[in-house]
């Protein structure tokens, strides 16, 4: 009998579980498959009336208990074909305690005892006890070897060399594969030390020497080969399983029964040409086992239907290989067929074939139908393995936990993520179970969490995805303390995806702690040399310069980005080499902060090189992408030469920047028209510096039409347009078309009404407010004080609408420069109307009453940060106290001035530049208590208000000039006069 190396769980037949069961880490349902080999791994041929008398009382002699034993091995190997797999196991360990017996009084037994242990190791393995069945492997080698040196004989030879095969697949079932390699090997040298020219080295002991001697050799050169594809020498298992393959076909050409055993090792061979770059001679091969297994079929169809249908699944996997997917769909559909006929006559034996053969199924026609009609075959499979699962734990839970990865991918391929994540959710817990009996499957765990927390992200839940990410970090923590060989590499992964993802939730301090770690596992791994690495440590270390960025730690962000571009220039010889994006990314993050730290220059310099290496890129490979990543460097090493004063050289650049920018076609052009706009933007500024406003205004001109041709549904360029219309109305106002001005700036704030009506949010809203103020200003100019009074009050019901619970400081302030801007508008209106022979008091009224409420926030805010705002609060109080001196209100104009002229005191002594407050204060007190006719009082103010003047302008105080004293020393003298 054999066995095809394919995806599915434990076989019930009596043999070596193949190494092919192996696929630890792998949920891909179109991963290669494989076949072991089996002949010379089974127990002997025992007849139905030896099977009855194991079941018969015990003997006490030694042939009965040997008969007994031998019978009780059948017997295993019949439950096993029935499905009955822990009955198996039982018969298998009967067999192996009267084999102890019998070796005790005849110890030239020691051989059957070997058997007996070996094949019940195949027993415990078909159930799930690994560690159990590795035990009882390593016995029988033990014994195995004992017993060829105490009689050096090929018999006991080929019995170390199949025990040695065996204990190979169940050390690398338990993560072991160093341990399985070195045993696979040893199977294989012996076999080749014993086989000399195709005949045993004393000549053969039971007249069937030289075929044993080759069905020990190709065994064991095909658990090698299976070890040394799992270990990434494929060239190497290639080799192996050529020669396995020769000597397997030398053997089916004498004889037929090996027939099945050269279609195994075709399937295996067919697996290692295509993964060696072969796929049209892996296909042949398998299409060879198939055409072997058809005909084995057509003899004798129950036993080799099984057969046929796993080279079928094989043949399948070829066919996808070279890219044939519809004889693929054919290949898995007889396959399922055949197995679910099989399942319907002994469900015991063939159900968990039925369920991977719908895996494979539900894998080729999502690729060919798409993933909704996977979901049907993928969600039977699910079915089908929780039932085997359920019954038996420890043989299924793998394969549970791999076909529910493979359901989670087609449910969220269908657009079903929530269901996704549910069996993403119960694979997770199976792992967990999976990785506590045995520590390799942690990383299994660890791959599972981190996809569940990417479709988790998906869905907006962060807080579920940063759970499954720090689970993550947490299982691979312990894991790589114990397997650090094994643990650290994915530790460091896990490390640098939680960290990314704490990054992009703007937490940059738990985002740097973690990327910290994960660069200190990362140096350790480079330092044992392990240069692969560097290229995630270099990443890693760009991430950190962005987080310190963000945490406003320039310095050391530079600091950060300088170690990660000397990683970048390392000679080859040192590690691999970086990809000059990599680099890109680097410089970019360097120049960056360089620039909050004010180091323009070498930010300057460093965006130079930026540029160099994406011009050089461009040459090399003009994609699109690196085009526009070319064009936004030039932009900003324009903008960025323009502030250091050499405006000609950073037009010149500005200017390459909008050349590269209508290189750019479809999506690319589209998604960089804010860019192309903000270029356009600063080239008109430079020409309105240099007093052209006529290509001030073509500058603006162009980005109006770019905003304009923006799809509609591309809401941000309604914001990009506004802020056009908005540029053009101040270069409109200033050319002297103050109609035209209030025009554009009345469309720029319309168009920000309306994204503010769609959603826009507060920064949004304060654009409008901005624009409402622009409007209200323009409006003044071109005779319209109803309508700038009307933009005025606008702007500050917007901004009151955009502000938060608690406030922000920027809306707050936002809002008191709104207030103090109507309340300027007002007092002009007022002007305005007395002007034109209108009293214009209501006017002057509404203004007083805007102030005072303006007064009351500033308050508030003055008594949170004085030195901020008690400036601004003097002089609120100044402008209010104006509005009641005009208004005839001369006691509520003393309260007022009162209480500026005490801030103001206390204010000079804080801080002698605000001394002037002082000054202002006392002039208002003066001019209300004269008005009131309180001469007294109103004399005291004047001469105070002198020396307070007289005082700073001695002081060199700005504001108090010789006028100035002047002045208040005439009011002095007024003051005795009439009101």
Known sequence: MDRDQDDRGPSAQDRAPAPHEITAGSDNDLSPAGEGRGRALTGPEVSAESIVSATAGASESADDRAQQAAGFTALSARQGLEGLLGEAVNSAGYAVDLWREVERDAPEQVGALADALRLYGVRLAEVGRYEAAAVASHESVTLSRGRLADTPRPSAAGGLALALSVLSTHLMRLGRGAEGMAAAQEATDIARTWLRDGTWAEGGEDGDGEQESDVALATALGNLGLHLRQDGRRQEALSAEREANDVWRRLARADDAYKSDLAGSLSNLGIHL????????????????????????????????????????????????????????????????????????????????LARSLSQRAAIVAHERGPHQALDPAGETVRLYTKLARANPEAYDEELARVLAAEGRYLAMAGQPREAAGALTAEAEIRRRLSRRLP???????????????????????????????????????????????????????????????????????????????????????????????????????????????????????????EAVEL?????????????QWLARILRLKGRALSRLRRYDEALAVNVELAALLEEQAALDPAERTTRELADVLAVIGSMTCALGDTQRGRNYLERALNAYALL???????????????????????????????????????????????????????????????????????????????????????????????????????????????????????????????????????????????????????????????????????????????????????????????????????????????????????????????????????????????????????????????????????????????????????????????????????????????????????????
């Open 274 to 353: 295509a993964e060696t770059g072969a796929p049209a001679e892996g296909l042949a091969a398998e299409e060879e086992a198939v055409v072997l297994r058809r005909g084995l079929t057509a003899h004798s169809a129950p036993a080799h239907e099984s057969d046929l249908a796993r080279s079928l699944s094989n043949l399948a996997m070829r066919l996808v290989e070279n890219d044939r997917w519809a004889e693929a769909d054919d290949a898995s559909r007889e396959t399922v067929e055949i197995y679910r006929r099989l399942a319907d006559l002994l469900p015991a034996v063939h159900e968990s074939d």
């Open 440 to 562: 390799h499957h942690t990383v299994e765990l660890s791959t599972t969490l981190e996809r569940l927390a990417g479709l988790l992200d998906s869905m907006q839940n962060t807080d579920g995805s940063a759970a499954a990410r720090v689970e993550a970090v947490d299982v691979l923590t312990e894991y790589a303390e114990d397997f650090p060989a094994q643990g650290a590499p994915r530790l460091a992964l896990a490390l640098v995806l939680l960290s990314e993802q704490h990054g992009d939730n703007g937490d940059y301090a738990e985002a740097l702690t973690t990327a910290e770690r994960g660069i200190a596992v990362m140096r350790g791994l480079v330092a044992r040399g392990e240069d692969i690495w560097r290229v995630d440590l270099g990443n890693a270390l760009a991430n950190t310069a962005l987080w310190l960025a963000g945490l406003a730690r320039d310095a050391e962000a530079v600091a950060a980005a300088d």
């Open 568 to 580: 970048y220039h390392l000679p080859p010889a040192q590690g691999p080499r970086l990809p000059p």
């Open 665 to 979: 076609t479809g999506a690319e052009a589209t998604g960089c028209t804010g860019a192309r706009v903000a270029v356009l933007l600063e080239l008109s500024s430079l020409a309105a510096r240099s007093d052209d406003l006529t290509q001030a205004l073509a500058h603006v001109e162009h980005a109006e039409l770019l905003c304009r041709d923006m799809p509609a549904e591309l809401t941000p360029g309604q914001g990009l347009l506004a802020s056009v219309l908005r540029r053009r109305a101040t270069l409109q106002a200033r050319g002297g078309s103050p109609s035209a001005a209030v025009d554009s700036s009345r469309e720029a704030a319309d168009l920000l009404r309306r994204r503010v009506e769609n959603g826009g949010g507060a920064k949004t809203a304060v654009e409008w407010a901005e624009a409402l103020r622009e409007l209200s200003a323009l409006l003044v100019v071109n005779h319209d004080p109803e309508g700038a009074l009307d933009a005025a009050r606008q702007q500050i019901a917007v901004l009151s609408a955009a502000q938060s619970t608690p406030p922000t400081v920027e809306i707050q302030d936002r809002l008191f420069d709104a207030r103090n801007h109507l309340h300027h508008t007002l007092r002009n209106v007022a002007v305005t109307q007395m002007r034109e022979g209108r009293s214009g008091i209501s006017a002057l009224q509404e203004a007083a009453s805007v102030m005072t409420a303006f007064l009351a926030a500033l308050r508030g805010a003055a008594a949170a940060d004085p030195p901020k705002y008690e400036p601004h609060l003097l002089a609120a109080m100044h402008e209010l106290a104006v509005d009641l001196l005009a208004l005839k209100d001369f006691e509520q104009c003393r309260v007022v001035a009162e209480e500026g002229v005490e801030r103001g005191r206390r204010i000079w002594d804080e801080d002698p530049l605000q001394g002037h407050w002082l000054g202002l204060m006392l002039d208002l007190l003066r001019d209300c208590r004269r008005g009131a006719g309180e001469a007294g009082p109103a004399r005291a103010a004047a001469d105070e208000a002198v020396a307070v003047w007289t005082r700073l302008r001695n002081e060199g105080h700005p504001a108090a000039t010789d006028a100035r004293v002047a002045e208040a020393v005439t009011r002095r003298a007024q003051t005795g006069g009439p009101p």
